[in-house]
């Protein structure tokens, strides 16, 4: 039976899942496709202090660049993370010949071209699923279940550590601030989240997805990033009034001959399918010209989950059938839409006195912004006032709100929110 080696770069969290997850699954492995898969070398700085790489039989070491050249090797797998020097080991990789696998959505969100026109240049493999949503099967659908459909819209709940806090704001009524230590305690915010709830985490998988499922290049700068860090239990329970939910959208979405690209709390129809993906779960709902609406759930991280993806491309790579996929169509850029019109629902913390509703109202109609209804909390100073527009533009609403957050009467920041309805358009 043929064997397959590869190289670890990052034993980690995933690289120990990866390992074990091989050991246990060795002869189904071998069963369903036909080959065996052997680790030959694992790489990590600090090797010593892990046990799950202590009385391996592979070679350990703190050089990946020593594990990428060697001639032993057929399959190099990144799990190190972040843009340098990973960026220089998966790219010489590729130089030496062997096929990639990598978790690194930011890696690939502001260099896949170039590390795809390499494995292009030298017939590589590469496998990237669990760099966008952990076990969830997302980009080898788009290139072999989906080749042949022509995707309009994308949705995608695509960071479970939001997920999870906006889950406990919306059902028990917590403070964000409460809901994120909850977070943290089960393992599913890191103690510094800022990257995850400034919703850059989604913004990076989105760049990958779009990339894939419009052929055109899309990076991380392209996308329009709001995160979750302003949100309240108050913004959750008008939300529900509504018949609605607030979840961290990812959205994607041709307009015109370019395209919108979006990552924002947004509030959908309850009876959506979205709005039922709650906890740590991901989703990524697609609308397609031919096939119509699809969505896939699933866990989007953690130890198993991401090794699971992981291990498939591993698996894909080792076919003896398989052949090296394209995975971008074109290098050409994408035209990512600056403004966009939407619904907003409005939130404003301000004092009680009278005129305070007609000078909001006013700032909104100068930028003629129509309001659709309106809404005041009772109780002590301040109060908080929600507003639901018609459709408006970006551009306009944040003239207006840069105006109104100027004035005397409101206190702090305003939130304002966009109503998504995914199949509409």
């Known amino acids: 039976m043929k064997e397959v080696r590869i190289g670890i770069l990052g034993g980690g969290t995933v690289g120990g899942g990866l390992i074990d997850l091989i050991a246990q699954q060795r002869s189904v492995l071998e069963r369903r496709i036909g080959v065996q898969i052997r680790i030959v070398a694992v790489a990590d700085r600090s090797w010593q202090k892990k046990a799950h790489l202590q009385n391996q039989?592979?070679?350990?070491?703190?050089?990946?660049?020593?594990?990428?050249?060697?001639?032993?090797?057929?399959?190099i797998v990144e799990l190190v993370g972040g843009l340098e020097p990973a960026r220089q080991w998966v790219l010489s990789a590729l130089e030496s010949g062997k096929s990639v696998v990598t978790a690194n959505k930011a890696l690939l969100a502001n260099h896949g071209a170039e590390i795809f026109e390499l494995a292009r240049a030298k017939n590589c493999g590469i496998g990237f699923e669990a760099a966008v949503a952990g076990a969830l099967p997302v980009i080898r659908n788009m290139r072999r279940v989906w080749v042949g459909s022509d995707i309009h819209e994308m949705f995608g709940i695509l960071n479970g550590t939001c997920n999870f806090i906006i889950t406990r704001m919306?059902?028990?009524?917590?403070?964000?601030?409460?809901?994120?230590?909850?977070?943290?305690?089960?393992?599913?915010?890191?103690?510094?989240?800022?990257?995850?709830?400034?919703?850059?985490?989604?913004?990076q998988k989105l760049a990958i997805l779009s990339s894939l499922a419009f052929d055109h290049l899309v990076q991380e700068k392209d996308i329009k990033v709001e995160g979750i860090t302003e949100l309240s239990p108050l913004d959750h329970a008008m939300?529900?009034?509504?018949?609605?939910?607030?979840?961290?959208?990812?959205?994607?979405?041709?307009?015109?001959?370019?395209?919108?690209?979006?990552?924002h709390p947004a509030l959908i129809a309850q009876d959506h399918l979205l709005a039922s993906v709650e906890e740590e779960n991901n989703a990524l709902f697609t609308d397609d010209k031919y096939s119509g609406s699809t969505m896939i759930v699933g866990r989007g991280a953690g130890a198993f989950p991401t090794a699971s993806a992981v291990l498939g491309d591993i698996a894909a790579l080792a076919r003896p059938a398989s052949s090296p996929e394209v995975w971008l169509s074109s290098g050409k850029a994408v035209r990512a839409s600056e403004d966009a019109l939407y619904r907003f629902y409005l939130r404003f913390r301000t004092v009680d006195q009278a005129g305070v509703l007609a000078s909001i109202a006013h700032e909104l109609?100068?930028?003629?912004?129509?309001?659709?209804?309106?809404?005041?909390?009772?109780?002590?100073?301040?109060?908080?006032?929600?507003?639901?527009?018609?459709?408006?533009?970006?551009?306009?609403?944040?003239?207006?709100?840069?105006?109104?957050?100027?004035?005397?009467?409101?206190?702090?920041?305003?939130?304002?929110?966009?109503?998504?309805?995914?199949?509409?358009?």
Request: proline share 5%.
């Open 239 to 263: 939300a529900l009034r509504m018949g609605r939910v607030i979840r961290l959208l990812a959205v994607a979405r041709k307009d015109g001959d370019g395209y919108l690209l979006r990552v």
């Open 170 to 203: 919306q059902k028990e009524g917590m403070p964000y601030e409460e809901a994120l230590q909850i977070a943290q305690e089960k393992g599913f915010a890191e103690a510094d989240p800022t990257f995850d709830v400034s919703g850059r985490d989604a913004a």
């Open 57 to 75: 039989d592979f070679d350990v070491t703190d050089d990946p660049q020593g594990v990428i050249a060697r001639n032993d090797i057929d399959i």
């Open 365 to 425: 109609a100068v930028q003629e912004i129509s309001i659709a209804s309106m809404h005041q909390e009772e109780g002590p100073e301040p109060v908080d006032v929600v507003i639901l527009t018609h459709d408006a533009r970006e551009s306009q609403l944040e003239k207006a709100l840069t105006r109104i957050n100027s004035l005397d009467i409101v206190h702090g920041p305003s939130v304002a929110l966009r109503l998504e309805e995914p199949g509409r358009h």
